[in-house]
């Protein structure tokens, strides 16, 4: 079992940065896919970006390439992303996930086995 617990949500203006953090407790994140997703309201929640457990393979989402970046540090049992250029519509509620298995990557949410409880951004124009 693994728990996620996501932190740097918050408001900031259209152009800003922010940095999001999610750690893992009760599993080493080595073993682990990661990913982050958001959810707008009234949408559904949908794929930002992946990494792999070894730390070799990345996937992002068209929308954010060029602008964010995921990282993690398996020594603290965290996974980053961070976020540039930001503009309105990244705003949602951000979740970390994760994905059994030290060389699994995806970017299907139904592929994940554990979520944190989300961190909200808002982006103001």
């Known amino acids: 079992q693994v728990e996620l617990s996501e932190s740097g949500g918050g408001l900031v203006q259209a152009g800003d940065s922010l940095r999001l953090s999610c750690v893992a407790s009760?599993?080493?994140?080595?073993?682990?896919?990661v990913g982050w997703f958001r959810q707008a309201p009234g949408k559904e929640r949908e794929f930002v970006a992946s990494l792999s457990g070894t730390g070799l393979v990345t996937r992002l989402a068209d929308s954010v390439k060029g602008r964010f970046t995921i990282s993690r540090d398996n020594a603290k049992n965290t996974v980053s992303l961070q976020m540039n250029a930001l503009n309105p519509d990244d705003t949602g509620v951000y979740y970390c996930a994760a994905q059994v298995g030290h060389f699994t990557i995806s970017t299907v949410r139904e592929a994940f086995n554990y979520w944190g409880q989300g961190t909200q951004v808002t982006v103001s124009s």
């Open positions: 009760g599993r080493a994140l080595s073993n682990y896919g």
